[in-house]
């Protein structure tokens, strides 16, 4: 699972304020995963019940059960997200004119990539 930097970006791969903000793509449009938003919910959902069995003592493979669901769900959005990346701002950079534009974003992949480790 990846887990993502919370911060101030100090890269210059286009505009942005920070990663709890919005963040524009480097062709000018505004990133829209509102349809990851109902799945979060249930994923929100999901921890307040884990939550809930902890302090309930319930049995240890249950528990683990609920933590790997919720794990898998959010890595199902990570993969919604990163698709759509992939299938936008990457895809307009390197079929753009702009070689540095199609360098960054070749570098960006490759430091998501590493972090998927």
């Known amino acids: 699972m990846v887990y993502f930097h919370h911060g101030p970006r100090t890269t ?10 919005p ?3 480097d062709h ?3 990133m829209d995963h509102s349809a990851q938003v109902p ?3 249930r994923i929100e959902g999901q921890i307040r019940g884990i939550s809930k069995m902890i ?3 319930r049995y240890c493979v249950d528990i683990l059960t609920q933590i790997r669901s919720a794990s ?10 990163f698709k759509a990346h992939l299938e936008s701002c990457v895809k307009d ?7 540095q534009d199609r360098e960054a974003k070749v570098d960006e992949i490759l430091e998501i990539l590493s972090k998927f480790r």
């Open 12 to 21: 210059d791969h286009g505009p942005r304020t920070t990663d709890h903000g």
């Open 23 to 25: 963040r524009t793509t």
């Open 28 to 30: 000018g449009g505004a």
């Open 39 to 41: 799945r979060l919910n």
């Open 55 to 57: 302090q309930e003592e």
């Open 72 to 81: 898998s769900a959010l890595a199902k959005v990570e993969e919604n997200i």
């Open 93 to 99: 950079s390197l079929e753009g004119d702009d070689r």
